[in-house]
Protein backbone atom coordinates (compact mmCIF):
# COMPACT_ATOMS: atom_id res chain seq x y z
CA UNK A 1 0.00 0.00 0.00
CA UNK A 2 0.59 3.54 -0.45
CA UNK A 3 1.81 6.01 2.21
CA UNK A 4 2.94 9.50 2.41
CA UNK A 5 4.89 11.07 5.45
CA UNK A 6 4.60 14.63 6.10
CA UNK A 7 7.42 14.85 9.40
CA UNK A 8 6.97 18.38 9.90
CA UNK A 9 3.55 19.11 11.79
CA UNK A 10 4.18 22.98 11.73
CA UNK A 11 6.66 25.39 9.93
CA UNK A 12 7.02 29.14 10.09
CA UNK A 13 8.38 31.97 7.62
CA UNK A 14 8.95 35.06 7.22
CA UNK A 15 6.54 37.33 5.19
CA UNK A 16 9.44 37.70 1.82
CA UNK A 17 11.58 34.88 2.91
CA UNK A 18 11.42 31.23 1.78
CA UNK A 19 10.40 28.07 3.39
CA UNK A 20 10.41 23.98 2.37
CA UNK A 21 7.84 21.54 3.50
CA UNK A 22 8.65 18.10 3.04
CA UNK A 23 7.25 15.40 2.04
CA UNK A 24 8.34 11.61 1.24
CA UNK A 25 5.85 8.43 0.03
CA UNK A 26 6.25 4.76 -0.16
CA UNK A 27 5.60 3.16 -3.51
CA UNK A 28 5.83 0.14 -5.71
CA UNK A 29 4.32 1.77 -9.02
CA UNK A 30 6.18 3.48 -11.28
CA UNK A 31 3.73 5.73 -12.92
CA UNK A 32 1.92 8.10 -10.63
CA UNK A 33 1.07 11.73 -10.00
CA UNK A 34 2.35 13.76 -6.47
CA UNK A 35 0.90 16.84 -5.68
CA UNK A 36 0.63 19.72 -3.03
CA UNK A 37 -2.63 21.44 -1.96
CA UNK A 38 -3.40 24.03 0.46
CA UNK A 39 -5.90 24.24 2.74
CA UNK A 40 -6.99 27.66 4.49
CA UNK A 41 -9.36 28.06 7.39
CA UNK A 42 -12.32 28.47 4.75
CA UNK A 43 -11.67 24.43 4.49
CA UNK A 44 -11.61 24.39 0.51
CA UNK A 45 -8.80 22.22 -0.84
CA UNK A 46 -6.69 24.42 -3.75
CA UNK A 47 -4.21 22.59 -5.71
CA UNK A 48 -0.73 24.28 -5.44
CA UNK A 49 1.18 22.12 -7.80
CA UNK A 50 1.69 18.79 -9.50
CA UNK A 51 4.42 16.63 -10.28
CA UNK A 52 3.61 13.24 -12.99
CA UNK A 53 6.43 11.00 -11.75
CA UNK A 54 7.86 10.57 -15.79
CA UNK A 55 8.92 13.83 -16.19
CA UNK A 56 12.34 14.53 -14.38
CA UNK A 57 11.95 18.21 -14.58
CA UNK A 58 10.59 19.89 -11.37
CA UNK A 59 7.25 21.59 -11.61
CA UNK A 60 7.32 25.19 -10.78
CA UNK A 61 4.33 27.41 -10.46
CA UNK A 62 5.00 30.95 -9.48
CA UNK A 63 6.39 31.53 -6.21
CA UNK A 64 6.38 27.70 -5.84
CA UNK A 65 8.27 24.96 -6.84
CA UNK A 66 8.83 21.21 -5.69
CA UNK A 67 12.35 19.14 -5.49
CA UNK A 68 11.32 16.00 -6.65
CA UNK A 69 13.49 13.23 -5.89
CA UNK A 70 12.28 9.64 -7.57
CA UNK A 71 14.82 7.23 -6.32
CA UNK A 72 14.68 8.83 -2.53
CA UNK A 73 10.84 8.92 -3.19
CA UNK A 74 10.73 12.58 -1.69
CA UNK A 75 8.85 15.59 -3.11
CA UNK A 76 9.21 18.61 -1.00
CA UNK A 77 7.44 22.12 -1.91
CA UNK A 78 9.58 25.45 -1.63
CA UNK A 79 7.66 28.96 -1.07
CA UNK A 80 9.17 31.74 -2.32
CA UNK A 81 8.95 35.59 -1.14
CA UNK A 82 6.27 34.29 1.21
CA UNK A 83 2.98 35.78 1.40
CA UNK A 84 0.68 36.41 4.54
CA UNK A 85 -2.13 34.87 2.20
CA UNK A 86 0.58 31.29 2.15
CA UNK A 87 -0.71 30.60 6.06
CA UNK A 88 -2.15 27.77 5.62
CA UNK A 89 -2.29 23.88 5.88
CA UNK A 90 -0.27 21.88 3.50
CA UNK A 91 -0.88 18.28 1.95
CA UNK A 92 1.20 16.44 -0.08
CA UNK A 93 -0.77 13.68 -2.05
CA UNK A 94 -0.05 10.89 -3.83
CA UNK A 95 -1.91 9.22 -7.01
CA UNK A 96 -1.61 6.24 -8.91
CA UNK A 97 -1.31 7.14 -12.68
CA UNK A 98 -3.29 3.94 -13.50
CA UNK A 99 -6.96 3.08 -11.11
CA UNK A 100 -9.22 1.29 -14.34
CA UNK A 101 -11.75 3.55 -12.68
CA UNK A 102 -11.20 5.19 -9.11
CA UNK A 103 -9.06 8.02 -10.67
CA UNK A 104 -9.17 10.48 -8.17
CA UNK A 105 -8.02 8.18 -5.13
CA UNK A 106 -5.59 10.71 -3.39
CA UNK A 107 -3.66 9.54 -0.29
CA UNK A 108 -2.91 12.61 2.03
CA UNK A 109 -0.06 13.37 4.35
CA UNK A 110 -1.03 14.21 7.77
CA UNK A 111 -0.38 18.12 6.53
CA UNK A 112 2.39 20.75 7.81
CA UNK A 113 0.48 23.58 9.32
CA UNK A 114 2.07 27.23 7.54
CA UNK A 115 2.17 30.11 9.51
CA UNK A 116 3.87 33.51 7.98
CA UNK A 117 4.88 36.09 10.44
CA UNK A 118 4.71 39.70 9.33
CA UNK B 1 -14.85 30.02 -6.82
CA UNK B 2 -14.62 26.43 -7.93
CA UNK B 3 -18.24 25.55 -8.16
CA UNK B 4 -17.96 22.77 -6.24
CA UNK B 5 -20.99 23.36 -3.40
CA UNK B 6 -21.29 20.72 -0.63
CA UNK B 7 -24.57 21.64 1.92
CA UNK B 8 -25.14 21.32 5.17
CA UNK B 9 -21.71 23.51 6.20
CA UNK B 10 -22.30 22.47 9.63
CA UNK B 11 -24.12 20.01 11.14
CA UNK B 12 -24.77 17.50 14.41
CA UNK B 13 -26.06 14.09 14.81
CA UNK B 14 -26.45 12.06 18.14
CA UNK B 15 -24.86 8.82 17.65
CA UNK B 16 -26.83 5.66 16.40
CA UNK B 17 -28.43 8.38 13.62
CA UNK B 18 -28.04 8.68 9.96
CA UNK B 19 -26.70 11.68 8.07
CA UNK B 20 -27.24 12.89 4.64
CA UNK B 21 -24.82 15.30 2.93
CA UNK B 22 -25.28 16.67 -0.25
CA UNK B 23 -22.42 17.59 -3.26
CA UNK B 24 -23.53 19.69 -6.34
CA UNK B 25 -20.06 19.48 -9.08
CA UNK B 26 -18.37 21.86 -11.02
CA UNK B 27 -20.34 22.13 -14.47
CA UNK B 28 -19.40 19.69 -16.65
CA UNK B 29 -17.48 17.26 -14.40
CA UNK B 30 -18.70 13.43 -14.39
CA UNK B 31 -17.06 12.23 -11.66
CA UNK B 32 -17.27 13.12 -7.78
CA UNK B 33 -15.66 11.79 -5.04
CA UNK B 34 -15.75 11.66 -1.46
CA UNK B 35 -13.38 12.35 1.48
CA UNK B 36 -13.40 12.03 5.03
CA UNK B 37 -11.12 14.26 7.32
CA UNK B 38 -10.72 13.80 11.11
CA UNK B 39 -9.39 16.81 13.01
CA UNK B 40 -5.64 17.34 12.53
CA UNK B 41 -5.38 14.63 9.93
CA UNK B 42 -4.97 14.00 5.86
CA UNK B 43 -8.52 13.32 3.93
CA UNK B 44 -9.09 9.71 3.85
CA UNK B 45 -10.56 8.60 -0.08
CA UNK B 46 -14.43 7.45 0.69
CA UNK B 47 -15.48 6.45 -2.70
CA UNK B 48 -16.02 7.49 -6.14
CA UNK B 49 -18.44 7.88 -8.34
CA UNK B 50 -18.62 7.96 -12.05
CA UNK B 51 -21.67 8.30 -14.34
CA UNK B 52 -23.78 7.16 -11.30
CA UNK B 53 -22.07 4.18 -10.22
CA UNK B 54 -19.65 3.49 -7.90
CA UNK B 55 -16.23 2.66 -9.58
CA UNK B 56 -13.87 3.17 -6.22
CA UNK B 57 -13.88 2.65 -2.60
CA UNK B 58 -11.47 3.27 0.42
CA UNK B 59 -11.88 1.40 3.58
CA UNK B 60 -15.00 2.48 5.00
CA UNK B 61 -17.65 0.24 6.45
CA UNK B 62 -20.72 -0.52 4.44
CA UNK B 63 -22.94 2.40 6.33
CA UNK B 64 -21.22 4.47 4.52
CA UNK B 65 -23.10 4.87 1.17
CA UNK B 66 -23.20 7.32 -1.48
CA UNK B 67 -25.36 7.96 -4.74
CA UNK B 68 -24.33 9.95 -7.81
CA UNK B 69 -27.60 11.42 -9.86
CA UNK B 70 -27.77 12.47 -13.22
CA UNK B 71 -27.30 15.86 -13.04
CA UNK B 72 -24.06 14.83 -11.61
CA UNK B 73 -24.33 15.97 -7.82
CA UNK B 74 -24.10 13.66 -5.17
CA UNK B 75 -24.83 12.51 -1.42
CA UNK B 76 -23.12 10.68 0.96
CA UNK B 77 -25.10 8.44 3.29
CA UNK B 78 -23.82 7.13 6.80
CA UNK B 79 -25.82 5.10 9.14
CA UNK B 80 -25.22 3.84 12.68
CA UNK B 81 -23.62 7.12 13.28
CA UNK B 82 -20.76 6.34 16.00
CA UNK B 83 -18.32 8.98 17.25
CA UNK B 84 -15.41 8.77 15.34
CA UNK B 85 -17.91 9.68 12.46
CA UNK B 86 -16.92 13.24 13.68
CA UNK B 87 -15.09 14.68 10.55
CA UNK B 88 -15.23 17.33 8.00
CA UNK B 89 -16.57 15.43 5.13
CA UNK B 90 -15.13 16.49 1.55
CA UNK B 91 -16.63 16.41 -1.88
CA UNK B 92 -14.42 16.48 -5.07
CA UNK B 93 -15.73 16.58 -8.81
CA UNK B 94 -13.58 16.39 -12.07
CA UNK B 95 -14.15 15.33 -15.29
CA UNK B 96 -12.20 11.72 -15.87
CA UNK B 97 -12.91 8.81 -17.81
CA UNK B 98 -12.59 4.84 -16.93
CA UNK B 99 -9.22 4.53 -18.65
CA UNK B 100 -7.70 7.02 -16.23
CA UNK B 101 -8.01 10.68 -17.05
CA UNK B 102 -6.43 12.96 -15.47
CA UNK B 103 -8.98 15.70 -14.43
CA UNK B 104 -7.90 17.95 -11.69
CA UNK B 105 -9.87 17.52 -8.45
CA UNK B 106 -12.29 20.55 -7.28
CA UNK B 107 -12.98 20.21 -3.38
CA UNK B 108 -15.64 22.47 -1.61
CA UNK B 109 -15.60 23.67 1.90
CA UNK B 110 -16.98 20.57 3.20
CA UNK B 111 -19.67 19.34 5.64
CA UNK B 112 -18.12 19.41 9.09
CA UNK B 113 -20.20 16.90 10.92
CA UNK B 114 -20.14 16.59 14.36
CA UNK B 115 -21.62 13.30 16.22
CA UNK B 116 -22.40 13.37 20.35
Known amino acids: AQTVTQSQPEMSVQEAETVTLSCTYD???????LFWYKQPPSRQMILVIR??????QNATENRFSVNFQKAAKSFSLKISDSQLGDAAMYFCAYRRAHYGGATNKLIFGTGTLLAVQP | ETGVTQSPTHLIKTRGQQVTLRCSSQSGHNTVSWYQQALGQGPQFIFQYYREEENGRGNFPPRFSGLQFPNYSSELNVNALELDDSALYLC???????????????FGEGSRLTVL
Open chain 1, 27 to 33: TSESDYY
Open chain 2, 92 to 106: ASSLADRGGGTGELF
Open chain 1, 51 to 56: QEAYKQ
